[in-house]
C-alpha cells in the first residue's frame, strides 16, 4: 500500500506526462525535438508556431480548467454533503449557459473568446441568486443549498432551451458550446480566466482544514471554533470563482466535477486535506488526457474534450465505486 | 398537525393514515386541475363555447367541436394530467428511497437512456413517432437495469446506486451530445425538442396507454407507501421493524421506472415535474414522509398547466411543455422556499 504523500507525488508525475502529450500530440505531427525546442525558443517555423501560440496556451488552460473543476466538484461535495451535488449546483453552470445563449441569439456573437465574460457573469449572477435564496432567513445549510440550485437551475435551464427552439443559430452554435471543450482556446482566452482561476484554487487549497472541522456536523464544528457561515461563503464563493471561470473558458464539464472527487475519496478517505489535492492533480490528468485521445481518435476532425472525458471517465469511475468501499460523505 | 383517523380496506390488510391538511391540499389540486381541464377544451388557435366543448366530452355537439375538443384537445389534456401524475409519483418514491431532496428517476439514468433511444431512432434511422416513442421506452429501460445491475454487488445500496447512475449517465449525455452536434441542424432542432418533452399532437392512444400504466402501477406503489416510510429511518431499523428491506426497495423501484418509462414514452422526459412536484407537495401539506398521492396530484396540475401556457404564449406556433414545466416549476419551488426560510421554519 503506497502512503498517501507517495501517490500524490505519482499524481503529480502524471499530470506532467499529459501535460507533455498534450504539447506533443496534435493534428499535425510534430517531431519531439522540434516541440522541445520550441519551449525553450521559437525558430520561427510552423511547427515551432503551432506548438507555442496553440497547443501550449491548450494546455496551460487545460491544466488549470481541470484542477479548477476537481476542487470546485471537492468543495461542493463537502459544502453540501451530498454525493449528487456537482460544481454547476449552485446555478454556475446554467446561469453560463443562459448568458451564453442570449449572448448569441441577441447580441451575435460567435466565438469562444467573445463568451468568456458573458459565461462568467451569468454564472455569477445565478451563484449570487442561489445563495441568497439559500441563506434567506438564516444560514446556508447542505440541503438548503440544494434545493435552492435545483429551483434556480430549472427555471435557467428550461430558459435556455426556449432561446435555443427560437432561434436556430443560438441552437447551432450552442449545441457545439454545452459539449466542452479545449478546441481553439488561445492565449487570448487563458490569459482572461487564469487569475481568477489560480486564485480560485488557492482559496479552496486553504480551506481544507476548516471543512474537515465542518464535516464533523454544525454543532460538533461549532465547538471547535470553526465559524460555519463563514467557511461555508467562502468555499461559495471559490466555488463560483473556480466553475465559473472554467466553464466561461471550456464550456460546463459537470461530469469532471462530479466524478473526480468520488476518485479522490476512494484513494484517500475522506480527510479534505488530501481529497482537494489529489481531486486538483487528477482532475486535469482525466482532461488533458481526454482532449489528447479527442484530438487523435477522429482525423481529421476533433472529439470535444467534454465527450471524451465522460467517455473514458465513466467507465473508470464505475469500476472504481464497485470495487471499493468508497468513503461516503 | 391533526390526523382524520385512520382508514382501513380489506379487513384492515391496508390502512392510510389521512392528515387534515393534505386532504385540504389534495382537495384544492383537484379543482385547480379541473379547472385547467375545462380551460384546455375551450381555449385553442380555435374557440369553442363552454357548452359545445362540454357536449362533446359527452358525445352529442357540432363537428367543430367534435373534431378540436373530443379527438385533439380532451385526450391531450388527459395525456398532460397522466403524465404529470407518473412522474410525480415517480418522483416521490426516488426522493423518500435515495433519502436525497435530489433524487429522480434520473439518477438510475432514466431519462438519458430515454432521450439515447429516441435520439439514436431519430437521427440514425429517421423514425417516426410511435418508433421513436418506442426507442425512448427501450432506451430508459435498457439503461435503468443496467445502473441497478452495475450497482448490485450484495444489495443495491442506495449510495452505490446513486454513484453508478452518475457515471453511466454521464455517458448517456456524451453518447447524446456527440449524435446532436453531428446532425443537421432541423434533425438536432427535433432531437431537441423531444429531449425538452413535448405534448404536440398527443391523442387518444398516448392517453389510454398512459391510464393503464397508472392503473396497474399506482396501486402497486401505494401499498407500500408505509414501507416506504419504513425505509426513510435505514436499512436495519427498517428490518428490524419487519420490512424486507431488498425486495420491497427492487418492487418500489420497478414500478416507478416503469411509470417514468410509459410517461418518458408519451411526452418526453418532461424536465424536472419528477424533481420539483414532490417538493412542492411536502410545503404545501407539511406533513412528512413521502406524500406520493399529493406528489402525483401536482404533477398533473403542473403538467397540464403548463402545456397550456406553452401551447398560448408563442401562438401560433408552440413552445415545447418542458420548457414550461421548468420555468414554473423552479419559480414556484423557488417562490416556496424563500417563504418558508424567511419565516424560520424548515
Same mark, same amino acid.
Given at each position: 500500500?503506497?502512503? %498517501? ?11 506532467? !506526462? ?16 522540434? @516541440? ?33 473543476? !476537481? ?107 454545452? @459539449? ?11 490569459? /482572461?480566466?487564469?487569475?481568477?482561476? @489560480? @486564485? ?21 464544528? %461549532?465547538?471547535? !471554533?470553526?465559524?460555519?457561515? /463563514? ?33 479522490? /475519496? ?22 488533458? !488526457? ?33 470495487? %471499493? ?5 | 398537525?391533526? #390526523? ?129 416513442? *418506442? ?5 430508459? *429501460? ?114 416507478? $421506472?416503469? *411509470? ?13 415535474? #419528477? ?45 415545447? $411543455? ?25
Amino acid at each position: 500500500m503506497l502512503s %498517501r504523500s507517495t501517490g500524490l507525488v505519482l499524481c503529480l508525475a502524471a499530470l506532467v !506526462g499529459c501535460a507533455l502529450l498534450s504539447v506533443a500530440v496534435g493534428a499535425r505531427s510534430v517531431p519531439l525535438s522540434t @516541440v522541445l525546442e520550441a519551449l525553450w525558443s521559437s525558430d520561427g517555423s510552423y511547427d515551432a508556431l503551432v506548438v507555442a501560440q496553440q497547443r501550449v496556451p491548450r494546455t496551460v488552460l487545460g491544466v488549470l480548467v481541470g484542477a479548477a473543476l !476537481g476542487l470546485a466538484g471537492a468543495l461542493m461535495q463537502s459544502l453540501t454533503r451530498n454525493p449528487l451535488a456537482d460544481p454547476g449546483l449552485l446555478g454556475v453552470n446554467s446561469g453560463a449557459a443562459a448568458a451564453v445563449v442570449s449572448a448569441i441569439a441577441f447580441l451575435g456573437l460567435t466565438g469562444p473568446l467573445e463568451y468568456v465574460w458573458f459565461a462568467f457573469g451569468g454564472a455569477a449572477v445565478a451563484a449570487l441568486v442561489v445563495y441568497g435564496l439559500g441563506s434567506s432567513g438564516r444560514a446556508a445549510g447542505p440541503v438548503r443549498l440544494a434545493l435552492a440550485g435545483t429551483a434556480i437551475s430549472a427555471v435557467l435551464v428550461a430558459y435556455t432551451y426556449a432561446v435555443q427552439l427560437a432561434d436556430d443559430k443560438a441552437l447551432d452554435q450552442f449545441r457545439f458550446w454545452i @459539449v466542452g471543450g479545449l478546441a481553439g482556446r488561445d492565449m487570448d482566452v487563458l490569459v /482572461r480566466v487564469a487569475p481568477f482561476l @489560480v @486564485v480560485g484554487i488557492l482559496v479552496a487549497l486553504f480551506l481544507a482544514r476548516p471543512l474537515n472541522v465542518i464535516a464533523l456536523g454544525d454543532e460538533t464544528g %461549532r465547538a471547535l !471554533g470553526a465559524n460555519l457561515g /463563514r467557511v461555508r461563503l467562502t468555499a461559495a464563493a471559490a466555488i463560483t470563482l473556480l466553475c465559473g471561470a472554467a466553464t466561461a473558458a471550456a464550456g460546463p464539464f459537470s461530469f469532471i466535477g462530479l466524478t473526480v472527487p468520488h476518485i479522490a /475519496r476512494s484513494l484517500v478517505g475522506a480527510d479534505q486535506r488530501w481529497v482537494l489535492p489529489y481531486s486538483a492533480l487528477l482532475a486535469p490528468c482525466l482532461l488533458l !488526457g481526454a482532449d489528447v485521445v479527442g484530438r487523435v481518435v477522429l482525423p481529421p476532425s476533433e472529439l470535444e474534450a467534454g465527450l471524451v472525458t465522460a467517455f473514458l471517465g465513466a467507465p473508470v469511475f464505475i469500476a472504481l465505486v464497485r470495487g %471499493r468501499k468508497v468513503a461516503q460523505l | 398537525m391533526t #390526523a382524520l383517523g385512520s382508514v382501513r380496506l380489506l379487513d384492515g390488510r391496508v390502512s392510510f393514515r389521512l392528515h387534515a391538511r393534505s386532504v385540504w391540499v389534495c382537495g384544492a389540486i383537484l379543482v385547480v386541475t379541473l379547472g385547467a381541464l375545462v380551460t384546455a377544451l375551450v381555449v385553442g388557435d380555435y374557440h369553442v363555447p363552454l357548452g359545445d366543448a362540454v357536449r362533446a366530452v359527452f358525445g352529442e355537439s357540432t363537428r367543430m367541436a367534435e373534431l378540436f375538443v373530443a379527438r385533439r384537445r380532451l385526450p391531450r389534456a388527459l395525456t398532460a394530467v397522466l403524465v404529470g401524475i407518473a412522474l410525480g409519483v415517480a418522483g416521490a418514491v426516488f426522493q423518500s428511497l435515495t433519502r436525497n431532496p435530489l433524487g429522480s428517476p434520473d439518477i438510475v439514468g432514466f431519462g438519458q437512456g430515454a432521450s439515447t433511444g429516441a435520439v439514436v431512432v431519430l437521427l440514425l434511422f429517421g423514425g417516426g413517432a410511435t418508433q421513436t416513442a *418506442l426507442g425512448a421506452f427501450a432506451g430508459g *429501460l435498457v439503461s435503468a437495469a443496467a445502473v441497478y445491475l452495475l450497482a448490485l454487488k450484495g444489495g443495491a445500496h442506495g449510495y452505490r446506486l446513486v454513484l453508478v447512475g452518475i457515471g453511466v449517465s454521464a455517458m448517456l449525455i456524451a453518447f447524446n451530445n456527440y449524435l446532436v452536434t453531428r446532425a443537421e441542424l432541423t434533425d438536432a432542432r427535433a432531437a431537441t425538442v423531444w429531449i425538452v418533452g413535448s405534448l404536440y399532437e398527443r391523442r387518444w392512444p398516448e392517453a389510454v396507454l398512459m391510464a393503464v400504466a397508472l392503473l396497474v402501477l399506482v396501486p402497486v406503489v401505494l401499498a407500500l407507501s408505509r414501507a416506504l416510510s419504513v425505509l426513510d429511518i435505514g436499512d436495519e431499523g427498517a428490518t428490524a421493524l419487519g420490512v424486507r428491506v431488498e425486495p420491497t426497495r427492487l418492487v418500489l423501484i420497478v414500478a416507478a $421506472v416503469g *411509470l417514468t418509462a410509459v410517461a418518458t414514452a408519451c411526452a418526453g422526459p418532461v424536465a424536472f415535474v #419528477a424533481l420539483v412536484a414532490p417538493q412542492v407537495a411536502r410545503r404545501l401539506t407539511g406533513s412528512p414522509g413521502p406524500g406520493l398521492v399529493p406528489a402525483g396530484l401536482l404533477g398533473g396540475a403542473l403538467l397540464l398547466i403548463s402545456d397550456l401556457v406553452a401551447q398560448r404564449l408563442t401562438s401560433p406556433g408552440e413552445l415545447p $411543455v418542458g420548457v414550461v414545466t421548468g420555468a414554473v416549476g423552479g419559480v414556484y419551488l423557488a417562490w416556496l422556499l424563500y417563504r418558508e426560510w424567511r419565516s424560520g421554519r424548515g
